[in-house]
Nanobody, 115 residues
Framework: QGPLVESGGGLVQAGGSLELACTTSERIFRGATIAWYRQAPGNQRKLVARIDHVGRSTYADSVKGRFTISRDNAKKTVYLQMNRLELADTAVYYC?????????WGQGTQVTVSG
C-alpha cells in the first residue's frame, strides 16, 4: 500500500451510488490538494476530481453534477460520492495529490457498474 489508501469500491448497477474514501497521514493531508483519478482498461489514468485544503473543488466534465468530492480534516480523509453511476464509470479509482506524486500511487479500488 502507498501512503494514501483507497476504499469503498464495489459492484453497483447503473444509476446507483457508491462512496469512496481516501485516507492518509497528517503530514501528507495538511495543506494538500488531493484528487481522485481513475483508469479504465486500456485507457490512461485520468483526473476525476480534486479538492484543495480549503475545500474548493473541480471536476472532470464527465462527472460534473453526479460526483461530489469532500474532505474531513479531522479524519485525514477525502471522499468521492458517486451518484447516477454509468457503465463508463467502471474503472480502478486512485487517490493522490494534485499534481500527483509518482511513488504515492496505491492499489486503488475497483468500481464496476453493471447494466
Amino acid at each position: 500500500q502507498g501512503p494514501l489508501v483507497e476504499s469503498g469500491g464495489g459492484l453497483v448497477q447503473a444509476g446507483g451510488s457508491l462512496e469512496l474514501a481516501c485516507t492518509t497521514s497528517e503530514r501528507i493531508f495538511r495543506g494538500a490538494t488531493i484528487a481522485w483519478y481513475r483508469q479504465a482498461p486500456g485507457n490512461q489514468r485520468k483526473l476525476v476530481a480534486r479538492i484543495d485544503h480549503v475545500g474548493r473543488s473541480t471536476y472532470a466534465d464527465s462527472v460534473k453534477g453526479r460526483f461530489t468530492i469532500s474532505r474531513d480534516n479531522a479524519k485525514k480523509t477525502v471522499y468521492l460520492q458517486m451518484n447516477r453511476l454509468e457503465l463508463a464509470d467502471t474503472a480502478v479509482y486512485y487517490c493522490n495529490l494534485h499534481p500527483y506524486i509518482r511513488h504515492y500511487w496505491g492499489q486503488g479500488t475497483q468500481v464496476t457498474v453493471s447494466g
